[in-house]
């Protein structure tokens, strides 16, 4: 899944009123609110401060506030923008600074698109990848195999290796294809590998 890698800004200004839109990366609810609060606190003298967020793999948690806007002039169509751009574990605030001019509830929705579009502009966007760890302990007999199968495999990625009276490999794997790795392995090794599922880690 997308996610941005750091904070981001981005800024638009629409008949006199300008639209700042910041962006955060975030793992929980919590973590999103605390974010909307910091910006309220260092924007405390504009007139909005309207907020969204996606969070999980298939947007889980989901939130928007118009803070005083006319409703669904704001919050949801940034939200909108997020799916659009397919980015999960992201909130971002918009924070207007009212210029005298009234922009409709249409250009509402434009401005406050277009601050966050031109926030994720800036934003360092990663593709996160959920791997499965497996632990393989063969005998030293096997050693030269099992490294051979895992340089042969881009999308593997060796985490540390455990010399004793056996040798263990701690092998990161695409999620999807954990199991198929394991009997890979176990067939490779003639069935005397001991694979054991790890922990499930995020990379990017």
């Not at 200004?13 to 309220?40: G, H, L, N, W, Y």
């Not at 005998?139 to 290796?161: A, C, M, N, P, S």
Request: with cysteine; charged share 25%; proline share 2%.
């Amino acid at each position: 899944m997308k996610i941005i890698l750091e904070q981001a800004e981005g800024e638009i200004t629409e008949k006199k009123s300008r639209f700042i839109a910041t962006m955060c990366p975030v793992d929980t609810k919590e973590q999103a609110e605390q974010f909307i609060a910091q910006c309220k606190k260092k924007y405390w003298d504009a007139r909005h401060n309207c907020s969204a967020y996606v969070i999980g793999e298939h947007n889980e948690i989901m939130h928007s506030s118009d803070d005083g806007e006319p409703s669904g002039t704001a919050g949801r169509p940034m939200l909108s923008v997020l799916e659009g751009a397919d980015l999960h574990n992201v909130a971002v605030v918009v924070t207007r600074y009212f210029g005298g001019v009234l922009l409709g509830t249409g250009g509402l929705v434009r401005a406050y698109q277009g601050a966050v579009s031109a926030a994720i502009a800036n934003c360092h966007i990663e593709e996160q990848i959920d791997l499965q760890l497996l632990y393989v302990t063969v005998e030293y007999g096997d050693v030269g195999k099992i490294q051979y199968f895992i340089e042969q495999k881009q999308e593997y990625r060796l985490e540390e290796t455990e010399y004793g009276v056996k040798v263990v490999f701690r092998i990161a794997v695409p999620v999807e294809m954990a199991e198929q790795s394991r009997k890979e392995l176990i067939q490779l090794t003639g069935g005397k590998a001991e694979i054991e599922m790890g922990d499930v880690v995020a990379s990017v």
